[in-house]
């Protein structure tokens, strides 16, 4: 089993590199740390209480903006070799970063692979901590970047990958849906059925529920598309605001996750929720996100453009 220690980036493609990076800076409140040719790198992570912070957590490049991929980290980053040999050995064909691709995502080594959607996923070795704090152009009171929403063609199938080639574990249910942690964070992953693979949302904390509902009002006056919230989850306990990003990436501000404790991990049962939409927010915000809601809404939402 591959035992993966932390979620650490999300790189996506963009037609418009710049109003990307006006976006990720100037809404969001990412820090950019660096820009380099095609690429722009944002760091969200502050340092406290977090045992330092990722080089970087979000990568915007010049590219197609359907073209996502998701990096993790090892427990230990000794096991790489072990690691792609286990995924070759369950079909899932390796592919190892070459010095300048290392370079670029601040890494030691790397390798890349599809999950059985066609996401595309990298696990990295040694990657780089920084000592700086980030001092981003919009104080969102972010603390660290902490999940995102894969998209999945198959739920079950997909949980089913995550739970036993990888040390994922279910921590909630909506409908066929896991919620899945690989650390104690409630969820590192959270699987959205949909038609096509890649990431559905990125998710960053904030301080505390004054940032979410700061940026609400923030958001408003800018005339950010705010698609569901604010909110609470009653899966993770988060208190949450989704809005649009550039090429429709949907973005998250949330506070308070739920930790399961590892002493608790054997006695920890996930729970099941129906897919409707209060098991989604317990306080009654209703989301405008297709994936939210049940399949025949979708369909119809589809069918009418
Ligand atoms: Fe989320």
Do not use: M, N
């Given at each position: 089993m591959i035992d993966l220690y932390d979620i650490r980036y999300v790189r996506i493609g963009t037609s418009n590199l710049s109003h990307a990076i006006e976006y990720a800076t100037r809404?969001?409140?990412?820090?950019?740390?660096r820009r380099e040719g095609k690429y722009a790198y944002f760091r969200s992570d502050n340092a406290a209480g977090r045992g330092g912070a990722r080089d970087h957590t979000l990568v915007y490049f010049?590219?197609?903006?359907?073209?996502h991929a998701v990096g993790f980290d090892l427990r230990?980053?000794?096991e790489l070799d072990k690691v792609a040999a286990q995924l070759e050995k369950a079909g899932h064909p390796v592919q190892y970063g070459s010095r300048e691709q290392c370079e670029m995502r601040a890494v030691e080594a790397f390798i890349a692979f599809r999950d059985p959607s066609g996401n595309k996923i990298e696990i990295v070795a040694k990657p780089f901590q920084t000592g700086e704090r980030p001092f981003p152009a919009r104080d969102a009171g972010i603390t660290h970047f902490s999940h995102i929403g894969l998209r999945t063609l198959d739920a079950k199938r997909d949980e089913l990958f995550w739970t036993t080639a990888m040390n994922a574990r279910v921590s909630d249910w909506i409908g066929d849906a896991a919620l899945l942690r690989i650390n104690t964070v409630h969820h590192s992953l959270a699987l959205f059925p949909s038609r096509y693979p890649g990431v559905q949302h990125i998710n960053h904390q904030v301080r505390d529920i004054d940032d979410v509902m700061r940026s609400y009002y923030f958001l408003q006056e800018k005339g950010v598309k705010m698609v569901f919230g604010p909110g609470r989850h009653p899966t993770s306990s988060t208190c949450f605001l989704y809005f649009e990003g550039p090429d429709r990436m949907v973005y998250e501000y949330s506070v308070g996750v739920k930790h399961i404790d590892p002493k608790d991990e054997e006695s920890y049962r996930p729970r099941r929720f129906p897919f409707a939409p209060e098991s989604f927010c317990m306080w009654g915000s209703r989301p405008d996100i297709p994936e939210f809601r049940k399949e025949s809404d979708a369909e119809r939402a589809r069918s009418a453009h």
């Open positions: 809404i969001v409140g990412l820090q950019l740390a010049e590219g197609d903006p359907t073209d230990s980053a000794s």
